[in-house]
């Protein structure tokens, strides 16, 4: 009845290593030269490159990295957290509320207890995305004015305050680099590294990549993408404490919430996640929060209108991404 | 025979809020049996096969295994039950590797690589993405997969619709080797043949119920085909069509000249007159994806003309073509349907996106060319608030019956029966006939060459991304056959 194939059907060559390791790092890779190559425009720009700078770039992306990992593990499930931002401004406001006048060691377990109840909060958001139905959208979306509107009610303006040694000991002093660095790598390889390596993690990347099929492989899709949430909080969390220790204080307003937001979702995209979820990873972002705080510096150092500045910030995020795009196109003619 | 069965699933039922799938389903696999589920589309086999294997929860009935009860919650119960499945849509993760894949479920890649190796499926690499993997490849993979949990019930689920022959056969020994050792088979086709020549016993489904249970090689095709189509079965007729002459001096709808386009397609010549359906027959990937989807206006041609009307057609875009009155209704339905919309506006559609038309739709036109449509193309609509509810025999009347609405005269249907059962396929041959008999112009690919005999007025036969041969629709499928292979008719005698 059907046409009967006579030949004999062969798998097709496996891709090389090379090529394979274009396709899964290429992007972030690309991402490190151009990080690389503005941190030398940086150096050349700067009379006097030293701690001071570094310290400046390394505390200043500290926030902007973690949340962006808050973003991207969300992203990576297949869905978004429009809460981050109001998230990190709970917990910023939180903890600066307990933490003044408090003892370094009060400061750590508050920071502890601080982090764990984002992660709390934003697990119980994740459950009622995935129990309700609703898009993630509006969820997160709602509550990102409801987290927001919390930590007014804490603090009911800029306040609180905290241990300038616990400050010393997150962000470094005025120009040491070093804190902020080894607490965004530890984050980094404590948390996310062996996060991604379980099985866990492979689940979570699986439902990103396509919900059916991973129901079908026997995983439970709603507990997945529960946890990418859970630690989402923690991310979110951690970038609320870097805030209080930069700033010595916490800061209940809303632009600082959707500020933080767009950033996140800015150094996702930029980072090589794709925002329908599955693939990527979350160096790409780290190293994209980098470059994302960079770029203002550098163009207002080289005698940019600073309105101008914004502007072309917009556009070389759009140039890069669709740079990407265009070569990833070409290797898929190929 | 109860004594030594396997699964015994009895009154099995499931509804989808008013839209009953599975009212009350027996049956009843023996130890050691390879056993056929058969039905047509819509009949309830992909629904109890989901509510065997915990997919879905059954809504009544009771399923045992060797005796015990089981209420699987998922898939991935069912292999500590002794159930293990292979889906339609395949069960691995597209963005991780394969790796990676079987970490998930917990599957032992070096047993994986022994079953494919005890397959003779080699070269899987394990650390490939699997979207870098051929579909077929990706099917054994998941029968593998399976397997290595050594399951008493293995559950394959049209696994062969995606496999060329070759690999096909290595599913069948896979099952023989299952049976052989005491385990059973659950295997549900659209293909016959392999039914009967692999399956001891068969169970056929119609409309939610099971109907009838006996041994495929018994009633071989007639009877299988007559329980699934109850009352419903005819006798096939493909004579009493009447063929007509069309006139040499008519304009031919569709003229293509010297057609060359992508790496295999060269020097294409044919013409498909108005009212005309022109097959054609070619093994898999001999250019004919090419072809189509440069006459869709989905793929610019290297060299080569193509005139519609007498005009010549440079189409950059699919616009362009539907703007000249060509279709194009793909093998893959998914492609071609909004899957989450309503019937109406699927049909609806083509019309609504013409772009010669600008303002607001008038919905009591538009209405009354859907119902038309709706009516004529017998879909059933009981689930018309979203196409993706639809069966897949009748989601392929609906790519094809839309074009009815809006009167388009060019229609490109590519292999448009693929995974049908035999029912729908009759409905859509008659559709297809009677869209030609509304003076349209159709070119038909198929992958079944008795669909050539069915359907079509002549049959042109691509090889090598040429045109080798042009036969009568009549001139059998052996001859079909072996210029599709690129032998001479000559070479059909001696050999």
Redesign the interface.
Same mark, same amino acid.
């Given at each position: 009845?059907?046409?009967?194939?006579?030949?004999?059907?062969?798998?097709?060559?496996?891709?090389s290593r090379a090529a394979?390791f274009r396709?899964?790092h290429g992007w972030v890779v690309g991402v490190a030269v151009l990080l690389a190559a503005m941190i030398l425009v940086r150096y050349l720009q700067v009379e006097r490159f030293g701690g001071f700078e570094l310290r400046a770039l390394t505390a200043g992306t500290l926030m902007l990295a973690l949340l962006a990992m808050a973003q991207g593990v969300v992203v990576l499930s297949g869905g978004i957290n429009l809460a981050v931002g109001a998230l990190m401004v709970l917990a910023n406001c939180f903890s600066a509320w307990l933490m003044e006048d408090a003892s370094v060691a009060t400061c750590l377990v508050i920071a502890l207890a601080t982090v764990v109840g984002t992660a709390v909060v934003s697990g119980l958001m994740g459950w009622l995305v995935t129990v309700s139905g609703m898009p993630d959208i509006v969820v997160t979306l709602a509550l990102h004015f409801v987290f927001v509107g919390v930590a007014l009610l804490i603090l009911g303006g800029p306040g609180g305050g905290t241990n300038p040694d616990f400050s010393r000991m997150v962000v470094g002093g005025y120009s040491d680099p070093l804190p902020s660095l080894l607490w965004l790598v530890a984050v980094f390889l404590l948390v996310w590294v062996p996060f991604r390596r379980s099985?866990a993690g492979? %689940?979570t990347? %699986?439902v990103?990549?396509?919900r059916?099929? %991973?129901?079908? %492989?026997?995983?439970?899709v709603a507990r997945a993408r529960v946890q990418a949430y859970v630690l989402s909080g923690v991310f979110a969390g951690l970038a609320g404490i870097a805030t209080t220790a930069s700033l010595g204080s916490g800061s209940p307003q809303e632009s600082i919430a959707l500020g933080a937001l767009l950033g996140s979702v800015a150094a996702v995209v930029l980072g090589g996640v794709a925002l329908a979820g599955?693939?990527g990873g979350l160096l790409g972002p780290v190293l994209a929060a980098f470059v994302l705080t960079l770029i203002p510096a550098i163009l207002l150092s080289a005698g940019a209108n600073p309105n101008v500045a914004v502007l072309l910030e917009g556009l070389i995020i759009i140039g890069v991404v669709m740079l990407g795009g265009l070569l990833e196109l070409r290797r898929r003619k190929q | 025979m109860s004594t030594d069965a396997l699964l015994a699933a009895r009154g099995v039922a499931k509804a989808y809020g008013s839209v009953v799938a599975l009212r009350s389903a027996d049956l009843t696999v023996g130890a050691g049996e390879a056993h056929a589920l058969l039905g047509a589309n819509g009949a309830g086999k992909s629904t109890f096969v989901k509510a065997l294997t915990g997919v879905i929860r059954r809504d009544r009935g009771t399923i045992t295994m060797a005796g015990e009860p089981v209420e699987l919650r998922s898939p991935a119960e069912g292999y500590e039950r002794g159930i293990a499945a292979v889906f339609q849509d395949p069960a691995l993760i597209p963005d991780l590797t394969v790796r990676h894949n079987l970490r998930l479920t917990g599957t032992d890649p070096g047993a994986v690589r022994q079953e494919l190796a005890g397959l003779g499926i080699e070269g899987i690499e394990i650390d490939e993405r699997v979207a870098d993997i051929p579909l077929p490849f990706l099917r054994m993979l998941d029968l593998a997969r399976a397997l290595v949990h050594r399951p008493r019930l293995l559950v394959l689920d049209e696994i062969t619709a995606a496999l060329p022959a070759d690999l096909a056969e290595k599913v069948f020994t896979a099952m023989a080797r299952q049976t052989r050792t005491g385990g059973s088979v659950l295997f549900i086709s659209h293909r016959l043949e392999e039914v009967i020549e692999h399956c001891d016993m068969c169970t056929v489904f119609r409309d939610g119920h099971d109907v009838a249970r006996f041994a495929p090689q018994e009633g071989r095709e007639a009877r299988i085909v007559q329980s699934m189509l109850g009352d419903r079965v005819e006798a096939e007729v493909a004579a009493e069509r009447s063929r007509r002459n069309v006139a040499d001096g008519v304009t031919p709808r569709l003229e293509v000249e010297g057609l060359s386009a992508g790496d295999l397609l060269r020097d294409v010549s044919l013409t498909v007159r108005p009212g005309e359906v022109v097959g054609l027959v070619a093994l898999e990937g001999q250019g004919q994806d090419a072809l189509f989807e440069t006459l869709a206006g989905d793929r610019r041609p290297r060299a080569g003309s193509i005139r519609v009307e007498g005009r010549p057609l440079t189409a950059r875009h699919p616009a362009a073509a539907i703007r000249r009155g060509i279709a194009l209704v793909p093998a893959d339905r998914t492609l071609a349907l909004l899957p989450k919309r309503s019937i109406r506006e699927n049909i609806a559609l083509p019309s609504r996106a013409r772009p010669a038309r600008w303002g607001p739709i008038s919905r009591r036109r538009e209405d009354r060319s859907v119902n038309r449509a709706v009516e004529r193309l017998s879909i059933d609509t009981r689930a018309a608030a979203q196409a993706r509810r639809l069966s897949g025999g009748n989601q392929q009347k609906l790519t094809i019956g839309r074009w009815l609405a809006e009167g388009f005269r060019t229609l490109l249907l590519f292999d448009p029966t693929r995974g049908i059962d035999i029912g729908t396929k009759r409905q859509i041959y008659d559709l297809v006939r009677e869209i030609a008999d509304s003076g349209a112009a159709v070119l038909m690919y198929t992958s079944e060459l008795r669909e050539i005999e069915l359907v079509c007025d002549r049959a042109l036969v691509l090889h090598r991304g040429e045109i080798v041969a042009e036969l009568p629709a009549d001139a059998g499928e052996e001859a079909l056959l072996n210029a599709a292979h690129g032998l001479h008719r000559d070479e059909v005698t001696t050999g």
């Open positions: 009845m059907t046409t009967p194939t006579p030949q004999l059907t062969t798998m097709p060559a496996p891709t394979r396709q899964q099985r492979i %689940a990347y %699986a990103g990549s396509d059916q099929a %991973a129901f079908l %492989a026997g995983i439970v599955g693939r | -």
